[in-house]
């Protein structure tokens, strides 16, 4: 099969939260109470185990290219959610086989294997994947497999009124990403940029099935800016240690050979 993903264009979002209100209702996920974190109009602050989907709300006391406003002043709006990493610190940190890579290379937690140890949740570098109060499993965007297994695309590309999360084939997708972005290049919006489309943006996850085209740095926008899975380093530390060890083999050597000359 192919490889799908989303492509989310920030600067085509209007912050409506269609797309959160499509995931939790598709998946039937509870909602997050009446909670009013007085932080703009992000009542659900982060990706949780009961939030797939996470439209972020950043105000910023700067305009962007060619914008022309009272005072310096912007908004910033992104809908977040799991990035489903070509190389997923979740999956290889899981030892019970509940997070599998699926047939449209997505990342995609088996919630009747999943036996709630937590290895994943200190393994993903985005904070996405977490565990449910209410039954101590781990829980993530699924990139809507049962709907992708009917041949449908995910609630919320379904419901974005705008666009801005586009559904598709992963070469199509960065297809369209880079049009988009000479685009706005093209009109003067040069702080844009694509950020974790392939292997050479983001190396620490190998790339993203889920990428981004942003209008500022990513901590603007909650995001790490040089996410690495945590086994990324494991052979650099095995080849550290290995020449560490050689080192001390070598010096107890010199010390025994030194003893030995000092005796005769």
Not at 46 to 54: F, G, I, Y
Not at 130 to 152: F, S
Not at 167 to 174: A, P, S, T, Y
Not at 201 to 224: K, W
Request: aromatic letters at 10%; a neutral charge; glycine letters at 10%.
């Amino acid at each position: 099969m192919t490889a799908t993903g989303f492509f989310t264009d920030t600067s085509v979002c209007i912050g409506c939260k269609a797309c959160e209100v499509a995931c939790k209702q598709w998946n039937q996920l509870p909602a997050d109470g009446n909670f009013f974190s007085g932080r703009s109009y992000d009542n659900t602050i982060h990706l949780e185990a009961t939030t797939w989907r996470h439209v972020a709300f950043v105000e910023r006391s700067l305009q962007l290219s060619g914008q022309i406003t009272a005072r310096p002043f912007s908004w910033l709006l992104m809908s977040d959610v799991c990035k489903h990493c070509e190389r997923a610190g979740c999956l290889e940190a899981c030892p019970t086989g509940a997070i599998v890579r699926t047939e449209f290379e997505s990342v995609y937690v088996q919630p009747d294997v999943c036996n709630g140890c937590g290895y994943c949740v200190v393994c993903c570098p985005f904070g996405v994947i977490n565990r449910r109060e209410d039954d101590g499993r781990a829980w993530k965007c699924t990139l809507c497999y049962d709907r992708q297994k009917a041949g449908g695309e995910p609630a919320c590309a379904k419901a974005c009124p705008t666009d801005s999360i586009t559904f598709g084939k992963l070469d199509e997708l960065r297809e369209i990403a880079r049009k988009r972005l000479e685009l706005l290049h093209s009109r003067g919006v040069h702080e844009a940029y694509l950020y974790g489309m392939t292997d050479d943006d983001q190396p620490g996850t190998e790339g993203l099935h889920a990428f981004f085209l942003l209008l500022d740095r990513p901590e603007a926008y909650n995001l790490p800016p040089k996410p690495t899975v945590p086994t990324k380093g494991v052979g650099a530390s095995w080849g550290t240690m290995g020449v560490a060890a050689a080192g001390m083999v070598a010096a107890a050597v010199a010390a025994v050979r030194f003893v030995e000359g000092g005796k005769k």
